[in-house]
């Protein structure tokens, strides 16, 4: 068995935990280095006997977490959903499309959203995920390289079943260089060299005795949006960020990935606290590595918009 012989489909759930058969010509994701593992439980049987030795346990599987990386890039055709879109929907995002104009993914708090099935094939083996939902992050948005996104999902257990890989179908459309990318925050056009973004949720389980798991659902009971950026330093008077920490005060920014219609992601957030900034350097240039928290507004939902263009 290869490890590079492998495949990830994914398809939204009519009914929660209710298999939804994706397909390879039409649910599979273009994506690298999955990391597949089961949520188990490991009840030790604290048997008593006459002599010494481990004790034998009952092994217990609650779910299944996967997690994988793609690339961020829109589907060629603007207003048509991006091959993530399937994803985003399944971390408590929802979708709107304006038909030939934009798609576009907000998050939402309902703890009944949307979720996703999941297949990972690996080359001879499938691994069922049901009942899925997740967690984003942008961890390697560096300037001139492709925006990479990251996902990991968390779903009910089902043990793997022998399976021959499907047939994949590919979006194929290239994902945008990240540069032009016209970033700002409070209206500055901050010299960053990249930007990294993580849509944090927090996954649990609801327990329950007449499920066949014992696991009725995996669901988002919170969420939280942090970010990094390491602008050049500039003296207070052209931008003093020491003073935007220090105020408390949220910040709009902005960032566009990529230029062409229908492969263009515009991405917003329109209340970023600035924390505590830290001194560095890039090639000899004084940087301050600024951590940022992505708050939403009295609104309630909008601390990040992802529009696909």
Known sequence: MLKNKALITAKIETTYGTDAAPTGPLNAILCEEPDFEVLDL??????????FGAKRFVAIGEGQKISFTTELKGSGVA???????TLLRACNFTQVISAGVSVTYTPNSTQAGESVTIYYYLDGLLHKITGARGSWSISDGKVNSYVKIKFEFTGIYGGPVPLALATPTFNATVPPVFRGAAFAI???AAVIDGLTIECKNDIAKRVDLNAATGILEWFVKDRSVTGQIAPEMVLPAAKDFWAMWQGGLAYAMTATVGSVA??????TAPAVQL???KYSDRENIVTAELPLVLAPTSAGNDEITLAFT
């Open 79 to 85: 207003g048509t959903a991006p091959e993530i879109g």
């Open 262 to 267: 229908g492969n263009r992601c515009v991405i």
């Open 186 to 188: 409070d209206s500055y």
């Open 275 to 277: 924390d505590k900034p």
């Open 42 to 51: 490991k009840v030790e049987r604290n048997n008593i006997k006459p002599n």
